[in-house]
């Protein structure tokens, strides 16, 4: 091995910070927190809701995308994670059922690529279940390469999966090869977008990562395949999350070139935005053939609004994408920890957040090589 291999760091994680149980009046030890009361409480230091939880469900992936798992870095040597160190559905459904409670409305299943982890189905199953304080269905989206959604859509469907973000940088069979680095087909991917929209998943949406020099040249192909489809499709800006991908800012196309280019073809209008807490910066196409949106991470930062928390595929909580450092959830699950004390760790450690690494790229950021890896976070 080359000593200056770069290796993907499995962050230390700290334990989930103790607080003092936010146990409502007249709550026994052990029962569950009061929903509502919780709903109220969970804020973060800069005043935040918690209303996002990212779910990666494996580590692995079909791809090799080389902005988020370069070959050099995720080749055979490689060691994912073991079997063991996997969070079990039952432990996701818990976790998962217990952040609801707190005012979660939103589950995103991630990974890695969330259709290579056996029986993603029955997690659905489980998943669909759960109820929002409120009695609603908390909202229960996946986002995948799309490769092998095809033959998995109707399952996902009919156990309770409402939508699908498919990630295609490319049209172009040989770009899109070289962007995946795979010798998965671009068709495979469009079949299952196609599936994923003919069994009902609703909204389908299309992620495109722009990388200047490399996919630049299919934003108007990509806008003009998808026009007309009802499939929304957004520019995601190349970003410096890990420190495996060799981000540099001039490999960054901002989203404002991207909409200039596709305004100089297709007038466009700018929307309102659907939910404060939204990623995506949506412009109507004047013709009302569709909508494009943006995802401006590295030049319009949204931290302001960030509502989210990802739970890694071994249990880790991490309040930001950037973040260094993870919160170990699963000794807890596996330690027959009652729901009271978890849920009041997990109130204690959105309640000490005060992440906003985007907004504060260009001062104070942390160590490059302490950051974690995006396919072992969730996307
Ligand atoms: N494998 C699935 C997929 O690709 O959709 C889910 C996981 S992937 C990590 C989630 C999203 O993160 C994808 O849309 C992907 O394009 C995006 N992504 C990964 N690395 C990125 C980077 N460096 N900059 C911007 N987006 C990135
Ligand atoms: Fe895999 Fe998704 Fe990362 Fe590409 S972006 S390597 S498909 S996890
Ligand atoms: Fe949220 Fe961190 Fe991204 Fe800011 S940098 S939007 S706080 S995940």
Redesign the pocket.
Known sequence: MREDRIIPIRPTSAPLPTAPLLRPQGLAHGQVHSPAHATQALRDRLGRPLTDLRISVTDR?N?R?G??MPRAVYGPGHRFLPQPDLLSFEEITRTARLFVSLGVTKLRI?????LMRRDLPELIRQLAALRTPDGERPELAM????ALLAPHAQALHDAGLQRV???L?ALDPATFRAMSDSDIAVERVLEGIATAQAVGLAPVKV?M?VQKGLNDDQILPMVEHFRGTGIELRF???????HT?G?NLDKVLPSQAVQDLIARHHPLRELPAERPEDTARRVALSDGSGTVGFVS?VTQAFCGDCSRLRLSTDGKLYTCLFASQGHDLRSLLRDATPDADILARLAALWGARSDRYSAQRHANTPSVASRVE??YI??
């Open positions: 992936c791809f995308c902005y988020c991630t990974g890695g690529e969330p986002t995948t390469n799309g973000t498919v990630s940088d992620n990562v995601i800006e190349f970003m410096d999350v890990g991908n981000w991470s995006m396919s969730g996307g």
